[in-house]
């Protein structure tokens, strides 16, 4: 299974992502994390990414194109893979098609999380962030075993930056004028499947695996 998860800040792409993942026992591949490898690794890709991201800025579409083929091309992501947060623009979705293409591959859904703005601010002003690992949590709806500390390495929890209201009224803004390009291209490519991202995680889920199971049912009998 080949996915990419779309979505607006706070729809819980990560979180879906790892549970499709697991799902479709395939690697879920997050830009955010290939970004801190690269870094951390000291390429020079890393290190060009850094100088951006350093700057609160976007990583250009020929670092980020680039960093993206070559994790996908690594042995785990020969059966497939679950991307979070590429495309994020219209060119980087063409890209993707093309570096797919060369491989005889296609991409199987994009998926878009949907959610009301009220509840995007609900979601975001109460997520916390492993300080260490990046592991995500939500004091509502997904909270740590212990308060403040990570599940997953046992670092502290933090609330980023940009989860204020301010914040997150600009991201909404961007992510609109950003990712309208890429939603008319997976609709004109009809593979784009709109999910209801209100309700619990494993509701949320068990939504998007019943659409794709139907739909890849339905795209069987017509062969």
């Given at each position: 299974m080949r996915l990419?998860?779309?979505?607006?800040?706070?729809?819980?792409?990560?979180?879906?992502?790892?549970?499709?993942?697991?799902f479709y026992h395939c690697p879920h591949v997050s830009t955010g994390e290939i970004f801190r490898r690269a870094i951390a690794e000291g390429t020079e890709l890393g290190r060009e990414a850094d100088r951006h991201i350093s700057k609160g800025r976007l990583v250009p579409?020929?670092?980020t194109i680039e960093l993206v083929k070559q994790r996908i091309e690594e042995p785990d992501?020969?059966?497939?893979?679950?991307?979070?947060?590429?495309?994020?623009?219209?060119?980087?979705?063409?890209?993707?098609?093309?570096?797919?293409?060369?491989?005889?591959?296609?991409?199987?859904?994009?998926i878009l999380l949907e959610l009301e703005e009220?509840?995007?601010?609900?979601?975001l002003a109460n997520r916390r962030v492993c300080s260490n690992?990046?592991?995500t949590y939500h004091l509502d709806s997904l909270p740590p075993k212990v308060p403040g500390i990570c599940d997953v390495c046992g670092s502290s929890l933090i609330?980023?930056?940009?989860?204020?209201?301010?914040?997150?009224?600009?991201?909404?803004?961007?992510?609109?004028?950003l990712t309208a390009p890429v939603l008319s291209y997976y609709e004109e490519q009809g593979s784009l499947l709109v999910i209801n991202g209100e309700g619990d995680i494993d509701e949320?889920?068990?939504?998007?695996?019943?659409?794709?199971?139907?739909?890849?049912?339905?795209?069987?009998?017509?062969c």
């Open positions: 990419v998860i779309l979505g607006a800040p706070g729809a819980g792409k990560g979180t879906q992502a790892t549970l499709l993942a697991e579409d020929d670092i992501c020969e059966h497939g893979f679950i991307l979070d947060g590429f495309p994020r623009t219209r060119s980087q979705a063409i890209m993707l098609d093309q570096m797919l293409e060369e491989k005889h591959l296609g991409l199987d859904r994009a009220e509840e995007i601010y609900h979601r690992c990046g592991a609330q980023r930056a940009d989860d204020n209201v301010e914040t997150i009224k600009e991201r909404i803004v961007i992510y609109h004028e949320v889920h068990k939504r998007i695996v019943s659409n794709l199971e139907t739909r890849s049912l339905r795209a069987n009998d017509s």
